[in-house]
């Protein structure tokens, strides 16, 4: 059976000096969920909240350096060689690694930028080819403006309407776009010459400081250059790769021990310290109370002090949910949709049961069930997903459903002989002949589902002592009184007696409406407190005539909204008659039809049910008694995951 | 006659594969977030950068240095990127040899023209820039060579060297005497009645239903033509709608005297709202285009024109013709971009000169 993991409140006092210690023990024990001291002990004069600076940071910035230089991906590993390492002693050798790995990333950095640069006037200069003068000593003329760059093609052809102006540009190399080359001009008329360049998109090309001699000399050159600075940053890679195999394993050390640290450190800002003592407060489910207060043994100077959480009103109790195995899986839903407050009910098991149930029914097919299910041990025990665990269950109600309906794999003749065997008649149950009997007992199996979830609302808001939702409300006794009273007059209308005479009316139907209108004013009455209209009585009369109108309303159609359920089962088996229909078109290709449809039905009609059970589940059960405002139970655990040294 | 006739709409009629070419390639055309993306950027560099790595201008500017291209030369590239599309569409299925595909080809031949009246025509002539803007890239196509007409020092000079051109017996008549300037305004209305006349007659060509659906087309952009100039005339230079009317276009989808109308409006206020009970003002209107921006409306009406066509036709003269107005669009809205990015213009407002 599900429910809610009792808590006891507990108050951790002791010497400010022992703090660390403590916040050790309580990650350690894996039970205790921290909550600020501040909330329950009000900082004053003597007393305040601990906000010191974070000593371990600047280790662990060492290591986000190193791990941004060279990509390491750190990970938790056993560090019982630093336990009693100090700060100082950590941080100098991090920060000797790192000046190391810098050092050898410098030098790769430095080769690739020369290589860089080489590659790029490697480009530059290979176009000057034709020119069999010295570079630089074209480049220092002081007579004329020298200027190497590139055209395009079609700016080329209408250098032929400047013949008459003081340039001249020499054709170098030329590619698909654009002819590489060179232009002089006298220093006289060298702005004109660049206007005109300038209009044919003319782009200067600068030759790098590094480059001489001749345009063939000074190729060859570059491509020297460009293996040796080649060479040596595959040097530099290498030694910097093997530096850091080298200390990969020390680095996750100390990544694993400052993190551990700085994670505990951080814990501080939740104690409040009063003079020279330290005050933590937090949470401990009841059944790891007594394993808690024994870790504190080695600490007698800190005082644990514990009482039930539901005797304690400051904060309320973090919710921790205890489900059994078979309905484990199903609280994903439950944690989807909010928890639930601590005097709330575990919702986990009646989900499980109607969600099981319900999917059972809309999926119904034996083989298609056994896929699921199998499907699901794979996910859940290989990948460790708990939809997968939630489908084994799932795959195995639509399993028995699905014998119950004579299907396997959409076929319904395989079952057939063997009910006759054991003298069965009435089975297999056929959905598409029996249409009408598929959408009332859906609607039956809504009826009690919504009956189970007013009783549950009854119960929980008894025990929360809300006698207005519990008794009067659309949830509660009158409500529950009310739709009982109007769904048996309806079958019974049907089934062709008439029970709605003498008092049955006035009794079932009206006075619980009537109690239902005034329910606040009852509620209020009940539990002692004075009733206002906040708005005036017209007010009051007119929105909760439009409210019962809704509760009405709401019953209609929350009842006929699990007509669906009788849908999808024969929107099932419609499906898997038309892939059988293909397959008898087809003989010749019916194995691949018949696999094909079912995997396409499979996924189809499972992604589909999936979610309409899911809605179900939310709108028409958890609506009716769950509120879902419960804040998770987080024991104090480091976190290595997620850190930005890691990422 | 006869047959050259039904050879020619039998090649129309089974021109799939093009059809089907032009299809994919305005399935890779901007959209709205291209150009959006295209407004955010900073720099020039950045835009054409952008249009490098992420549109189908990719293959025109691989070659192009975007860290170090001047603007004038992207767009130059662009142009000539959207030309050569054209090049390959109407060479594809050998349509080229059918008179109604040179069109384009028409339309540059007879743009820099103009151009070179109104360059003969200047008193500051600046060769330098008119250089730079021919399009030398088209000049193996182009009935005259391009090539000298910088060098040209006349009308006159321009009219002998257009011999044996269609637009020679064109511009002798318009040919000032003694070496005065010519009447621009004669020459573009001369020169565009010839464009329109030539594409009514190859288009007639074809068969019946496509003769009708590129006249329609066509017919639509020489009423926004008339329409822009009417209103100009009228707006700005208060002519009468006799004078206006005599220099317009004497084709179009809309009757003759419904254009008149529009002409003989009394202002600009009266042409807006004389417009605005126009079909095409309602249609401006239904599709919220700012008549008041009479220009960019023009351009959008006669953008969503081609469009409809390009998606509901299949024949290849009129996926061609739509479709090359639409590359030419996608052209103009880039370098408006780009020109706003140089300028700072805030992207809103150039959002609103689009034509998407």
Known sequence: MSSIERMEYVNISGPAGLLDRTLRVISDSGSFHIEPASKVIAPSEDSYVPHDDDPYAPALAVLADISSMCGIKYSEVPCDSLKNASLQRMFKTVNSIKSRIAKKSNDMQYASDRLNENEQALTQVEHLMGLDVDIRSLMSCTSF??????????????????EDKPFVFILLSDDDEYCWGVYFSPLSSAKETERIFESLYYERVEIPGFVHGKAEDAVKNIREHIEKYTKRRDDAQKALDELIKENKSVLCEH????????????????????????DLVGFVPKRSAEDFRKAFGELPEVGVMMKPSDKFDAISPPIKLRNSKLAEPFGMFVEMYGLPSYDGINPTTLV?????????????????????????????????????????????????????????????????????????????????ENINTVLYGAIGIGVAIIIISMLVNIVVKFRQKDFESSVFSNNGICGLVFFCALIFGVVSAFMGKNVMKGLYVPLLIILPLILMFFREPLGCAVAGKKFRFENGVGDFIASNFFECFEFFLGYATNTL??????????????????????????????????????IFVMCLEGL???????????????????????????????????????? | METERKKRSDVARFAPATVAKIRVLHGRQL???????????????????????????????SAVDTNTAHRGMIEDVLRKSVFYEYKRITDFERLNKQGFYNFCIIREEIAELLRCIRYLNADDKNAVKYIQNLPLYINKYTSFDMQKLPQLGSFGELVEYLDKTPYKPIMKKLCPPGGEKADFTKCEIALRTYYFSRLFETAGYFDEKTTEKLYELVGVQVDMINIINGY????????????????????????????????????????????GRTYYGRLMHENGFDAYDLETAAQKLKFMYARKALSDSQEAPVVVYAFEHLMQNEVSNVIRVIESVRYGVPASETERILVI
């Open chain 1, 145 to 162: 403006r020298v200027s190497f760059g590139k055209l395009p093609k079609d700016s080329y052809e209408k250098l032929s309407y400047y």
């Open chain 1, 255 to 278: 990544y694993t021990r400052l993190t551990e640290l700085h994670e505990l450190f951080a814990l501080r800002s939740k104690a409040v310290i009063t003079g020279d003592r330290f």
């Open chain 1, 352 to 432: 499980a049961l109607t969600y099981t149930l319900l999917f059972g029914i809309m999926f119904g097919d034996l083989g298609q069930g056994i896929c699921v299910c199998l499907l699901g041990l794979f996910l859940w025990k290989k990948k460790n997903m708990r939809l997968g665990a939630v489908m084994t269950r799932l795959g195995v109600s639509s399993a028995i459903f699905g014998t119950l309906f004579g299907s396997v794999f959409g076929t319904e003749e395989l079952l057939v002989p063997v009910y006759r065997s054991m003298g069965i008649d009435f089975l297999p149950f056929r959905s598409m």
């Open chain 1, 561 to 598: 909204s699990f007509v669906r359920v009788g849908g999808f089962v024969l929107s099932h088996a419609g499906m898997m008659a038309v892939v059988i229909s293909l397959t008898e078109i087809y003989p010749h290709a019916s194995p691949v039809i018949m696999v094909l449809g079912n």
């Open chain 1, 608 to 647: 589909l049910s999936g979610i309409q059970v899911l809605r179900l589940e939310f709108y028409e059960i958890f609506s009716r008694f769950y509120d879902g405002s419960g804040r998770p139970f987080v024991p104090v655990k480091v976190n290595f995951g997620e850190h930005p040294e890691n990422t």
């Open chain 2, 31 to 61: 959209k709205a977030e291209d150009y959006a993306e295209l407004m955010a950027c900073r720099t020039v560099n950045e835009a054409a950068a952008y249009l490098k790595t992420s549109t189908h201008f990719g293959d025109a500017l």
């Open chain 2, 232 to 275: 100009r005339m009228n707006a700005y230079f208060h002519e009468e709608g006799k004078t206006i009317e005599s220099l317009m276009l004497p084709f179009g989808k809309t009757a003759a005297k419904k254009m008149f109308d529009l002409y003989d409006s009394a202002d600009a206020a009266d042409f807006m709202a004389r417009l």
